[in-house]
């Protein structure tokens, strides 16, 4: 089902041409106030300072050319020569019935061509606990997933897990003195791994170890260079660490129910075999050429700050390789082997360098054709003091305590409002609630900018939170056992629907909220901003309040009740979509 806005678009452009012969784009946005209709095109004020003519005139020219009279009334131009137009509600009708049915999926409309989208997100780096940068990239990267299939596109989502840096001497070579030395005091056989199950304190120590011990640097180097040429004891110590840092993550990934699995890691490490490659094409190539002892690619137009030629490195005087040497790689792979139309990167805004001059190469050296390669960027976390969010001790805030802490704090507010659930009820409802709080809250902020992350905020049951939608959908789905509790049967009732009727103005108000499901998605999806389906959700939920408050349902009369009991259900049915299948928020029956 084509969203209204998108043939009301058409249809002004097509008046526009017929009356100026000007070939332009429709400047059609929704209403700023229902007091101007539903939708209201500016493009007369735009075309009259180029034509140099009036623009109420234009605009009353546009509006003779204009064919709309199926979907709007009669178009009325506003203030300096706006054109508002309002829906009419046989078409709302229509569309309402059409979204009921179920081929629709709720009025979103699939890709006229289905494409092969890489989607690289997450990419925790191992060893590391996974902190709140990672959450942005994680659920907004599956998000992004989740939109592109609901469109019908292949999705293959690509965990670029940092696993194969040069920390991995330090690390493993940690691990191996570690291991010698409690096998000398308590014997051979007397070690277990136990030391990695808090795989933070053994980085730190690693780190501290490695920072103030020149010997034991230059044991590391040396391991990485045997690790990195495939021996065979470096690479079973660097495995255990790989293991037992996946197992943090999934565990998180299973919590924030979020589609990333183990089939979809390929990180940094497999791309090893792939790097000289990589270097020696270059040089061919003549793009990669030394600079102070490093392999460096120049991609035009990057300069430094000094004017001179920025370096993209790929190889280091000691021979080995970098982040970017394997992005590099992993683009050939993407595009040769995955066959990718499309390449999104979800990271910080910080890597955003990186990445234009990874782009340029690639293009450069020819290995990206008509991929398109697209990198999304996201602002910070910040704590409620406005700085990057930290722990009290000024360390980096793990996710998963995070995470417990937001269930936990949902599981008091639940504890206080419903002490008679059953346990398990509370526990699931706590889970819903506590996680799709953090998930919403991000969500529902612009993604290119900071925000504040603050439990109040997102937990409170009023205002653009999960709570708050959790509830509103809970609270539609309470009205069919309410209706069976009173004999109503709401289901049968909805089935042997005949009429829709739109006869009191917050019938009319939901009803139009509801046919704009596909517009709001497709607004999401084009800069992949989910701060539009959350913005969505919750002018539908506020619609769905005043119509609720406004015109009974269960004790509507007998004609109309199957018309509500439509608004109430498509509502119902949005609300979930919305949460659980483009989000990823679990929604609650009861609450
Ligand atoms: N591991 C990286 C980080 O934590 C993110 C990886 C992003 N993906 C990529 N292909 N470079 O910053």
């Known amino acids: 089902m084509k969203p209204a806005i998108e043939i009301i678009s058409e249809r002004i452009s097509g008046a526009i041409q017929k009356a100026t012969g000007q070939n332009v784009p429709a400047i059609v946005t929704a209403a700023t106030d229902a007091k101007f209709g539903d939708y209201q095109s500016n493009n007369a004020l735009a075309l009259a300072k180029q034509l140099k003519a009036n623009p109420r005139q234009l605009a009353e020219k546009i509006i003779a050319e204009l064919q709309i009279d199926d979907i709007c009334q009669k178009p009325e131009i506003a203030g300096a020569g706006f054109i508002n137009l309002r829906l009419k509600p046989e078409f709302v009708i229509e569309n309402l019935k059409k979204l009921n049915s179920s081929k629709e999926a709720l009025g979103i409309e699939k890709a006229k061509k289905s494409q092969t989208v890489v989607v690289d997100f997450s990419g925790p780096n191992i060893a590391k606990a996974m902190h709140v940068g990672h959450l942005r990239s994680t659920i907004l990267g599956d998000c992004i997933c989740r939109m592109l299939e609901q469109q019908g596109h292949d999705v293959i989502r690509q965990n670029h897990i940092g696993d194969w840096g040069t920390q991995f001497g330090m690390l493993c070579c940690a691990l191996y003195e570690k291991k010698a030395e409690e096998e000398t005091r308590k014997g051979k056989g007397a070690w277990d791994y136990k030391v990695l199950a808090d795989l933070e304190a053994f980085y730190r120590e690693a780190q501290e170890l490695y920072n103030k011990d020149e010997e034991f640097r230059q044991r590391a180097r040396d391991a990485v260079l045997k690790l990195h040429t495939g021996d065979q004891m470096w690479l079973s110590y660097w495995e255990d660490i790989v293991k037992c840092s996946k197992r943090h993550y999934e565990e998180i990934y299973r919590e924030l129910n979020v589609s990333l699995t183990d089939k979809d890691v390929r990180g940094e490490s497999f791309y090893k075999d792939k790097l000289a490659d990589v270097v020696k094409e270059l040089k061919k190539l003549g793009l990669a050429v030394e600079s102070d002892g490093a392999i460096c690619v120049f991609p035009e137009g990057f300069k430094t700050k000094e004017s001179e030629p920025l370096p993209f490195i790929i190889q280091k005087s000691d021979g080995a390789f970098l982040y970017a040497t394997t992005d590099l790689a992993a683009i050939r792979y993407r595009v040769n082997e995955l066959k ?118 997102m937990l409170a049951m009023d205002g653009n939170t999960a709570p708050y939608m959790q509830y509103a959908y809970a609270r539609v789905k309470s009205i069919g056992r309410k209706g069976e509790e009173k004999g109503i049967n709401t289901v ?81 049915r949005t609300i979930r979509h919305g949460l659980e299948n483009l989000l990823g928020i679990k929604t609650i029956e009861r609450m």
């Open 492 to 572: 049968g009732e909805l089935k042997g629907i005949k009429e829709i009727y739109l006869n009191e103005p917050a019938e009319l108000e939901l009803a139009k909220q509801l046919i704009r499901y596909g517009e709001a998605f497709n607004s999401a999806i084009a800069d992949f901003k989910p701060n539009f389906l959350t913005g969505y959700l919750y002018e539908l939920a506020a619609k769905f309040s005043a119509f609720y408050n406004a015109c009974p349902v269960l004790d509507a009369e007998r004609k109309i009740r199957p018309s509500r009991l439509l608004l109430c259900e498509l509502t119902a």
């Open 340 to 457: 990718a139309d499309e390449i999104i990167y979800v990271t910080d805004a910080r890597q955003k360098l990186h990445f234009e001059m990874l782009f340029a190469v690639a293009k450069m050296a020819g290995w990206v054709k008509d991929t398109k390669l697209v990198h999304i960027t996201f602002g910070s976390v910040l704590g409620e003091d406005g700085k990057p969010l930290k722990t009290r001790s000024g360390e980096n805030v793990k996710l998963k305590e995070l995470l417990d802490e937001a269930v936990k704090r949902a599981k008091s507010v639940v504890e206080e409002k419903n002490p008679e659930l059953k346990t398990s009820e509370k526990e699931t409802i706590a889970n819903a609630v506590g996680i799709g709080a953090v998930k919403y809250a991000d969500y529902s902020n612009n993604r290119t900018s900071d925000y504040i992350f603050s439990f109040d905020k």
